[in-house]
């Protein structure tokens, strides 16, 4: 995996698809790059996890937010 942080169309198209998603499927999305990003592994995470997980918490605010939980 690079360490290349993800470019702003790649990040759109990410939340993009992850609102398509049912909740649960974006909360695993979620769940799993947060593992991707703890720092108990010894290493910073990449770039690109780091805005993975940005991306299903923000699709999961606004989702909040909106009123518009998905099932």
């Known amino acids: 995996m690079s360490d290349e942080p993800l470019s702003r169309p790649e990040i759109e198209a990410l939340q993009r698809q992850?609102?398509?998603l049912s909740e649960p499927?974006?909360?695993d999305a979620d769940v799993q790059a947060h593992?991707?990003?703890c720092?108990?592994?010894g290493e910073l995470p990449n770039p690109a996890d780091v805005q993975r997980?940005?991306?299903?918490w923000k699709v999961l605010w606004r989702w909040e937010q909106n009123g518009k939980r998905r099932k």
């Open 18 to 20: 992850l609102s398509l």
């Open 25 to 27: 499927a974006v909360r």
């Open 35 to 37: 593992a991707r990003c």
């Open 39 to 41: 720092l108990g592994r």
């Open 53 to 56: 997980f940005l991306s299903a």
